[in-house]
T-cell receptor, first 116, second 113 residues
């Protein structure tokens, strides 16, 4: 079975440009999570969706960040305009949500973003 | 609120040494507990899990027991290998609508030959 697929794997762009990161969750999973990982701040949850609906976006740093999930098989994380401090590895993860306990989250390989 | 605390790293061991990485949690309910591992340049992978008190999760020689009385979920392995070098994350999660993972800060393990 295919795992969580993220694209691109690497992105280098100049400050001020729009950046779009993409994620395809595992088929049948109904929860999707976006994380950011840096040396300074570690692993941070940015936003997550259940059944394509955003549940908690309190981790989104500021209005420059937005995320969408138009259907069960696709999500995007957009940064506009980008800044050098947004440089990080961004991970997408998906899981099957249960009422009592959850199946584990499965992570993609991440997008390494560098803003010059 | 809920939180997870891990021992500070890095942890440096020689091959075949015994490993313990401490993890304690604070929870308002009865969460499931997880250990994830991140190898260099990769995403996190589930290593093991336990869903209720006294459960023991195990995988690839690693073990952890869900201790409600001490609110702990320490990771252990009897004999580490160089290939175990990675960052290890302890985490908790509930079922239902609030199903996000709450992670610890991660512990870097370096195993030397």
């Amino acid at each position: 079975d295919a795992g969580v697929i993220q694209s691109p794997r690497h992105e280098v762009t100049e400050m001020g440009q729009e950046v779009t990161l993409r994620c395809k969750p595992i088929s049948g999973h109904n929860s999707l999570f976006w994380y950011r990982q840096t040396m300074m701040r570690g692993l941070e949850l940015l936003i997550y969706f259940n059944n394509n609906v955003p549940i908690d976006d309190s981790g989104m740093p500021e209005d420059r960040f937005s995320a969408k999930m138009p259907n069960a098989s696709f999500s995007t994380l957009k940064i506009q305009p980008s800044e050098p401090r947004d440089s990080a590895v961004y991970f997408c993860a998906s899981s099957q949500r249960g009422e009592i306990s959850n199946q584990p989250q499965h992570f993609g390989d991440g997008t390494r973003l560098s803003i010059l | 609120g809920d939180s997870v605390t891990q021992m500070e790293g890095p942890v440096t061991l020689s091959e075949e040494a015994f490993l313990t990485i401490n993890c304690t949690y604070t929870a308002t309910g009865y969460p499931s507990l997880f250990w994830y591992v991140q190898y260099p340049g990769e995403g996190l992978q589930l290593l093991l899990k336990a869903t209720k008190a006294d459960d023991k999760g195990s995988n690839k020689g690693f073990e952890a027991t869900y201790r409600k009385e001490t609110t702990s979920f320490h990771l252990e392995k009897g004999s580490v290998q160089v290939s175990d070098s990675a960052v290890y994350f302890c985490a908790l999660s509930y079922g239902g609508a609030t199903n996000k993972l709450i992670f610890g800060t991660g512990t870097l393990l370096a195993v030397q030959p």
